[in-house]
């Protein structure tokens, strides 16, 4: 297939581009690199051995994606654009409205007008809020507590009103858990700008010596050691499950989703022992109040994808670990390298 991937430089847009690369898929990318540089691109072509054609562009403008879309004759699409921080969303509401939202309308109508059938979304476990029962599956109520989280039910509810009203399209919403690690090469990974919003990325600056102390944000949360738990999975399985839904919505018309995760959950404290095991390194940490919007825990039933779309999480935490602290590793300062 020709795709069409928005956000091609993100985090997980960079390792989706390498895994659909890697199985023959031609590979189209968008990005504003507001959240990325267009120096990933290198990174990707040198992972994947081959090349993407890239394009800077902001989905928001409606006329620059109409002209995109009249040119690129693409079969699919695969859509990350968007801000991702739940923290940050509920500052900027607005700005997260605009941003997943927003271009998200822009990136519906132009497939449907240029009849680019088959779509596969980034989605969220914060859709879930703070769920009653675990493990979340498919079936749990959606109730997200954050502006991030609803952004990215009313893009869900956008794409399935989308199918309900046009029998030919497909769209395959995938609800990530908590993506970490980096590609086994070392040549991509989180680059987060400015503090990171997510937790592995400022565990690693930590034990880079580039931040003194981590701030764990609650610990009197209702579990064994008090802090959140989340499920943490590989951003290369996550990245994988892009490739298999490609081929579901190809033979699967009308819209669904589906859990990426472990079907484990881990402490933000194990998170800090097993990145102390992988980096060989000290990371001290005070607890701090809680931040709003996050969950006590939450963890996946991946059970719907292990079986339609025949996808399973492999990489286990140490790994995950060792693979992010080696991408770390490879963009520190001489001088950090060794201490």
Same mark, same amino acid.
């Given at each position: 297939?020709?795709?069409?991937?928005?956000?091609?430089?993100?985090?997980?847009?960079?390792?989706?581009?390498?895994?659909?690369?890697?199985?023959?898929?031609?590979?189209?990318?968008? /990005?504003?690199?507001?959240?990325?540089?267009?120096?990933?691109?290198?990174?990707? @072509?040198?992972?994947?051995?081959?090349?993407?054609?890239?394009? @800077?562009?902001?989905?928001?403008?409606?006329?620059?994606? %109409?002209?995109?879309?009249?040119?690129?004759?693409?079969?699919?699409?695969?859509?990350?654009?968007?801000?991702?921080?739940?923290?940050?969303?509920? /500052?900027?509401?607005?700005?997260?409205?605009?941003? %997943?939202?927003?271009?998200?309308?822009?990136?519906?109508?132009?497939?449907?007008?240029?009849?680019? @059938?088959?779509?596969?979304?980034?989605?969220? *476990?914060?859709?879930?809020?703070?769920?009653?029962?675990?493990?979340?599956?498919?079936?749990?109520?959606?109730?997200?507590?954050?502006?991030?989280?609803?952004?990215?039910?009313?893009?869900?509810?956008?794409?399935?009103?989308? *199918?309900?009203?046009?029998?030919?399209?497909?769209?395959?919403?995938?609800?990530?858990?908590?993506?970490?690690?980096?590609?086994?090469?070392?040549?991509?990974?989180?680059?987060?700008?400015?503090?990171?919003?997510?937790?592995?990325?400022?565990?690693?600056?930590?034990?880079?010596?580039?931040?003194?102390?981590?701030?764990?944000?609650?610990?009197?949360?209702?579990?064994?050691?008090?802090? *959140?738990?989340?499920?943490?999975?590989?951003?290369?399985?996550?990245?994988?499950?892009?490739?298999?839904?490609?081929?579901?919505?190809?033979?699967?018309?009308?819209?669904?989703?589906?859990?990426?995760?472990?079907?484990?959950?881990?402490?933000?404290?194990?998170?800090?022992?097993?990145?102390?095991?992988?980096?060989?390194?000290?990371?001290?940490?005070?607890?701090?109040?809680?931040?709003?919007?996050?969950?006590?825990?939450?963890?996946?039933?991946?059970?719907?994808?292990?079986?339609?779309?025949?996808?399973?999480?492999?990489?286990?935490?140490?790994?995950? *670990?060792?693979?992010?602290?080696?991408?770390?590793?490879?963009?520190?300062?001489?001088?950090?390298?060794?201490?």
């Amino acid at each position: 297939m020709r795709v069409l991937v928005t956000g091609v430089t993100g985090y997980i847009g960079s390792h989706a581009a390498v895994e659909l690369l890697d199985v023959g898929h031609d590979v189209v990318g968008v /990005d504003d690199f507001s959240a990325s540089s267009p120096s990933v691109r290198a990174a990707i @072509e040198r992972a994947a051995g081959r090349p993407i054609e890239l394009h @800077e562009l902001d989905l928001r403008n409606r006329a620059a994606v %109409n002209c995109l879309f009249d040119k690129g004759n693409f079969d699919a699409v695969i859509h990350f654009a968007g801000r991702k921080f739940v923290g940050e969303s509920m /500052d900027r509401p607005v700005r997260y409205y605009s941003r %997943n939202v927003g271009a998200s309308i822009n990136l519906a109508a132009a497939a449907q007008r240029h009849r680019v @059938e088959k779509i596969v979304f980034s989605s969220s *476990c914060t859709v879930y809020g703070n769920p009653a029962q675990l493990p979340v599956n498919e079936a749990t109520p959606v109730a997200p507590v954050s502006p991030y989280g609803r952004t990215k039910v009313a893009v869900e509810d956008l794409f399935s009103d989308l *199918c309900a009203t046009d029998p030919n399209m497909s769209v395959l919403s995938l609800r990530y858990f908590n993506p970490i690690g980096a590609h086994p090469s070392g040549l991509l990974g989180e680059v987060p700008q400015g503090t990171p919003n997510n937790l592995l990325p400022y565990v690693m600056q930590v034990a880079a010596g580039q931040r003194s102390t981590l701030s764990v944000f609650g610990g009197d949360y209702d579990t064994a050691d008090g802090t *959140c738990i989340r499920d943490y999975v590989h951003v290369v399985d996550i990245a994988k499950a892009h490739v298999r839904a490609l081929d579901y919505v190809d033979h699967v018309r009308g819209f669904d989703a589906m859990n990426l995760g472990t079907g484990r959950g881990s402490s933000v404290l194990e998170i800090i022992t097993a990145c102390r095991i992988a980096t060989r390194r000290d990371i001290p940490y005070q607890i701090v109040d809680r931040r709003a919007g996050d969950a006590a825990v939450i963890f996946a039933d991946p059970t719907r994808a292990n079986i339609d779309l025949g996808w399973r999480a492999e990489a286990n935490l140490t790994q995950m *670990c060792f693979d992010h602290w080696r991408f770390e590793r490879a963009h520190l300062a001489p001088e950090a390298q060794a201490s």
